[in-house]
């Protein structure tokens, strides 16, 4: 199999005027080969049926179905839930951007557009997809070497998560050096608290190494959201907050259906999907998105809460500069109780030199902040067509 020769992308849709028009098809059908169906339910059944489709690509207003509809129908079906949906039409008609985007659709493109714009727009998220089918293949071809042995097995393991991670954070305003912060934070903590009667059973040392190996997934959901959102610098609107707020939700499915793939649970991934579903939960219940409270809140997601809360604080980003360590010490002081597990902030406080030092050796340099900027800024460009 050869992982790096990527064949012509193939893009189902039903034809319509506008992907009929002479400014559109031709080019389109440069870019990727085109699958047409008759109707939405010969869609849904085409979907299902082929192994081979990269994009799907439709009118929110179609005549014998919504577009946002056969979306929600894909995004149930486990044989299609990860195929990309690209919808495009009126937005203004009932709702119908909102709609799209929370049925799961990865854009919605507003018409009427320029054909370079809609092009652009699809040829973007082929890019997308082509990126993750390149870590799945990735991931099977590692799975596949390391069954031999153990120790090969735990490598894969670490490469998986590490391309995964990567791969998310590439249309985000964080650097890779977040991964490697955030997970020795949580091990400071963990070793911290190794002795503590509340967590004394819980944090073994195999379950410190586990937490330190899972670390690095608890956003990886965020691969789900929208560019317009995602690389959004400014304050969310009402809507695109609640979007934004799915990615926990869409990081537990993601290696949910990881773990049914494999076919039996594995406790990394276990944890990486509680650390992925809660960490955005808040001690006094008014997180999201279970609104979980107190002991109910995965002591995994309560310990990186404190982590991610800390470096989002302290770290430049492409956007912002840092806060001193002294202001990230009294903001997570002042949400004990509140935010975050009475304990772990004790906890935190007695080793936040620790935690001042990790950030200092794991510090985002200059040229790393270039690259994402530029990186950024032509994922916006993108985004806005």
Known sequence: MDLFTPEKPRV???????????????QLQDLCEL?????????????????????IVL??????????????????????????????????????????????????????????????RVK??????????????????????????T??????????????????????SETGLHIQRTQHYIETLCFKLQQHPRFAKYLTNQKIRVLFKSAPLHDIGKIGIPDRILLKPGKFEPAEME????????????????EKLLGKELEFLT??????????????????????????????????????VYDAIISRRVYKEGMPHAKAVSIISAGKGKHFDPDIVDAFLSVSDQFEAIAARFADSDEDMKLKAAYMAMAAEDARG
């Not at 973007?124 to 042995?149: C, F, P, Y």
């Open 124 to 149: 973007t998220q082929l890019s997308h997809h082509s990126a993750i089918d390149l870590v799945r293949k990735i991931n099977a071809a590692l799975e596949d070497a390391v069954a031999l042995r």
């Open 151 to 172: 120790e090969e097995i735990a490598a894969a393991q670490d490469a998986t998560v590490l391309a995964m991670t990567a791969l998310a954070q590439t249309r985000d």
């Open 271 to 308: 944890t990486a999907k509680e650390i992925a579903y809660s960490h955005q939960e808040k001690w006094d219940g008014s997180g999201y998105p279970q609104g979980l409270s107190g002991e109910a809140i995965p002591i995994s997601a309560r310990l990186m809460a404190v982590a991610d």
């Open 35 to 55: 699958v047409f169906s008759e109707a939405s339910a010969a869609l849904i059944q085409d979907a299902r049926d082929s192994q081979a489709i990269d994009l």
């Open 12 to 26: 189902l849709t039903i034809d319509t005027p506008f992907l009929n028009s002479r400014q559109v098809q031709p």
């Open 243 to 258: 979007i934004m707020k799915s990615h926990t939700t869409l990081g537990r499915d993601a290696i949910e259906y990881a």
């Open 59 to 120: 009118d929110n207003n179609m005549h014998d179905k919504k577009g946002h509809e056969i979306c929600r129908l894909l995004k149930q079906d486990p044989l299609t839930w990860n195929i990309p949906v690209i919808l495009f039409g009126d937005s203004r008609s009932d709702g119908g951007e909102l709609k799209a985007l929370e049925s799961g659709a990865i854009d919605f493109i507003t018409l009427p557009t320029s054909p370079d714009i809609f092009l652009a």
